[in-house]
């Protein structure tokens, strides 16, 4: 499995932070302007669906955890040809939350058992850019 580990500090509050990776509204904002649906609770399902170019792409998975403010984990199925909807095809997320002194260390954890995509080029160093966004939002946009 391929484990993919990025670490942001965000000079806010856990619970801030928090607020971010959940409310759908602000996730629109630093997640490629996904569209979030789920209720939270373990064991149901989350989507995030997007439009890009005129088409809508879609990744579904469950909700594993949600211990708020500190850990959230989910499952995810992003669709691409040649990978089949199977549980062996989904990946998952994890984010943890440690706060110290008005500084949150958000630990983004992604687990990948899936095939390597033939095109490497392909969402190899997306994380950083969506925790920088988050980073801005958090810290710049929310009051």
């Given at each position: ?13 856990a ?8 409310v759908?509204?602000l ?37 594993i ?8 984990k ?7 040809p040649?990978?089949?909807?199977i ?11 440690t ?15 899936r ?12 994380g950083?850019d ?14």
């Open positions: 499995m391929n484990t993919k580990d990025s670490v942001v500090r965000i000079l806010a509050p619970g801030k932070v928090w607020r971010a990776l959940t759908p509204e996730v629109k904002q630093w997640q490629y302007g996904s569209d979030l649906q789920t209720t939270w609770e373990p064991g149901t399902s989350i989507v995030f669906r997007n439009e890009w170019n005129g088409q809508v792409f879609e990744q579904k998975g469950t909700v955890e949600f211990m708020p403010p500190s850990r959230l989910y499952s995810l199925f992003f669709p691409r040649g990978v089949q909807d549980p062996e095809n989904y990946f998952f997320m994890t984010y943890e939350l706060e110290s002194g008005g500084l949150t260390s958000l630990l983004f954890r992604q687990e990948d058992p095939p390597a995509q033939p095109d490497a080029s392909s969402g190899g160093d997306d950083p969506v925790l920088s966004d988050l980073k801005k939002l958090v810290e710049e946009k929310m009051p």
